[in-house]
């Protein structure tokens, strides 16, 4: 539901092509996104407040590795290739746990949580093991936003440009997102979707609301300017949120007043929708009362999982786990959304491997600025991403004028 207004008319076509289907289907073409994308890029994996303790961890999979999170007793949250060094043992077998260390079900192997090698049957026979070189396979860690995001690079991106970059990008000043305080939030509500559909269709889809009108029936009368397709988060260069109906409330399925706004959200932002995509896998969607993250991980080319929370005030969460406050109704506007969303990226999925596809379909003006998704990940893949094409294209059509 991001929309650039565009600045001047379009030299050219008012359709902009997209990738090729196979793009969307092809499994080869998806180990690349692995490799170049989710495998290189800043993941948003998981809340930090989901390992409250030392010892407590969590399984994720990262393009085609799985990643043990843990807490240390030291040195915070670390993450780990979850690969025996011995002999190469999932070293992790359930999806989450908590243990005083990360031992190894085949030959005993034990991690101290800090990741080195501490015990292994005879290892004091062995006093030529250096203990840290055999220890678990660190990956860089960071949290923002009250959640662990980890890169599986060796050398990872700068943190503060490809991802607060993207967000400045995005949101106007990093600090406008700051005003909603999300690293403070708590977690109302999670849910789990698993899309079959590529997760190209789901960024694509999340940056158009050309859909709106016809697939969001509850969010258009929320926030009626999303019935044109138009609204935007950028006008005339300035950040733009969509605001909400005049008779509406709240940002609820029923547009009936929501829980207590964030503290210190800027006049500007209050009665107002912001979203943003931090690539390759984050959605983050603020209104004035609450905070909707998406987490993607892709599974393969036609599977997706999304994981949604719903960020309230922590006293909020108290309220809602005491049974004193019901947010359902806040919950429920996105989970449609969601829903809605997801259908139709389902729907079109098939159709990627259709013959009359091969070639891609079209972007509309109100979706050309999703072309600068697929320049990014043309470029990422190392391919020549087709805007210089239809740059020399405009190029050439002017000067035939
Ligand atoms: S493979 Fe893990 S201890 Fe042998
Ligand atoms: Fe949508």
Known sequence: MIIDHLDEPLPGSSLRSTPPGDTYTDPEIFAQEQ??????????????????????????TIGREEIIVVRTRRSGIAAYYNVCRHRGMR????????SKTLQCGYHAWTYALEGELVAAPNLTSMPDVDNKAYGLR?????????????????????????????????????????????????????????VQANWKLIIENFMECYHCATIHPELTEVIPEFADGLASQRENGEVHGAAFGSEIDGFTVDGSSGVSELPAIAPDQERKYYAITVRPQVFINTVPDH????????????????????LFLPEVVEQIRAGSLDVSKSVELFHRVNQQDFEACE???????????ASGGALVPSEHHISEFHDWWYEALGWRAPKEARDEQATAAQASR
Not at 35 to 60: H, Q, T, Y
Not at 141 to 152: I, P
Not at 291 to 310: A, K
């Open 91 to 98: 070293v992790c077998t359930t999806d989450q746990g908590r």
């Open 138 to 194: 660190p990956v860089h860690v960071r949290e923002w936003l009250g959640y662990v995001w980890v890169c599986l690079a060796d050398i990872p991106p700068d943190f503060d440009q490809a991802v607060l970059g993207e967000v400045r990008t995005s949101f106007g000043e990093v600090e406008s997102i700051d005003n909603y305080g999300i690293e403070n939030l708590a977690c109302g509500e999670t849910k789990t979707y698993d």
């Open 347 to 357: 729907q079109t999925q098939p159709s990627m491997s259709s013959k009359v596809y």
């Open 291 to 310: 905070v909707i993250l998406h987490r993607m991980f892709p599974v393969s080319e036609s599977r997706t999982i999304v994981e949604c929370d719903w």
């Open 35 to 60: 490799a170049a994308i989710f495998e290189k890029m800043w993941n948003c994996v998981l809340r930090a407040d989901s390992l409250p303790s030392a010892g407590e961890w969590k399984k994720v």
